[in-house]
Each structure stands twice: as structure tokens, then as C-alpha cells.
């Protein structure tokens, strides 16, 4: 008996289910194996003849928590460092972060979150969420924030604006930490 010929369709439905099913067998295998890792420390512009590749960067050391920057706790902003931490109630600094301050400043003291809101325009015209505030000064309600999008473009010529913004990581989690109750922000010069 003579063998009978399959028509082409048959064979090229044939070879792409095959084709899939190896795929997606490769990229199940794939995906159980190592993940990479994003490096910690930025490449120098240029190499020296004596560097030695590190088996493990060391992390940079964090700031220290500025003196008399009060007891409990808070949230710590130093506007000359440009830089916030959160600290816990046994004094201990849980997390540190810069920020990009606005035109307007907060005066030195302590505050009190006294309103928080998930989203919004602004001043800028950026939408931002995560917002935290805590003061006002020249008319202008002072807050933490963060840009949705995660920019943080300059103030416009001549425009006072008084957001806090930051990375949007750093929104989330200062959003978490101040968005408990009667939670207290120290501003330092």
C-alpha cells in the first residue's frame, strides 16, 4: 500500500505546535534558574591600571542621623542634607533617603502629620501620590510626595512651590511609616 501525503497545512500546524511547545518548555526552564542582579555601585568614567574587581561592593555607609533631631519615634528632615530618615521608637534610624526640596522650606521644629492624601495635581502640574503634610509657611501647605511618573522636574522661573519629593520607593515607604497616627516630623537645618 502506498503511503498517502499529508497536506502542507497539516505540517506547518504540526512544526509551530512543536516550535511552541519547546518554547515555552526553554522558558519554563529559564525561569527556575539564577536571576541577575542589578549592580549596587555605578562603573567610574575611567579604569585604573591598579583596580582589582570585588567579589562584594561594600554599601556605602548611610548618613548619620543629625543631633538633636529629637527622641522617638519620627521622621527626620535635614534641609541642608537634603535627605530624610525614618526612625523607630528605640531611636533607630530605619531607612535614609535625599529628597528634592521645593522653593520654600519648612522653619526648624517639630511637626505633626496633619493630613495625608493617596493622590494628586501638584502645584507643578505633575501628578504625584504618597503625600504627607506637615506645614505651612508663606502661604503654602508643606508635604512629602513623590511624582506617580518618578520625575522631579525644577520649579518653574518665579513659582514657589513647597513638595518634599522623592524617589517614588522612598514615597511608599514614608508614606507607610507616616501615615500612622500622631506620627511627628523634626526638621533640622
Known sequence: MAARLLPSWVWVTGLTAGATAAVVFLALQADKGPHPTAAAVRPSASASAGAHPSASPAP????????????????????????????????????????????????????TITRTLAATTGSDGVQI??????????????????????????????????????????????????????????VVR
Open 60 to 111: 556605602a555607609k548611610a548618613p548619620a542621623l543629625p543631633a538633636a533631631s529629637g527622641t522617638g519615634r519620627r521622621i527626620v528632615y535635614s534641609l541642608g542634607a537634603k535627605r530624610v530618615w525614618t526612625v523607630d521608637a528605640s531611636d533607630r534610624a530605619t531607612r535614609t533617603f535625599t529628597v528634592w526640596p521645593g522653593t520654600v522650606s519648612p522653619d526648624p521644629g517639630t511637626y
Open 129 to 186: 501620590e504618597h503625600i504627607l503634610y506637615f506645614a505651612s509657611k508663606s502661604g503654602l501647605s508643606v508635604a512629602f510626595s513623590n511624582a506617580v511618573d518618578g520625575s522631579s522636574p525644577p520649579p518653574a522661573a518665579g513659582k514657589q512651590t513647597s513638595g518634599i519629593r522623592m524617589h517614588t520607593a522612598d514615597g511608599a515607604a514614608l508614606w507607610t511609616f507616616g501615615t500612622e497616627p500622631n506620627t511627628r516630623v523634626t
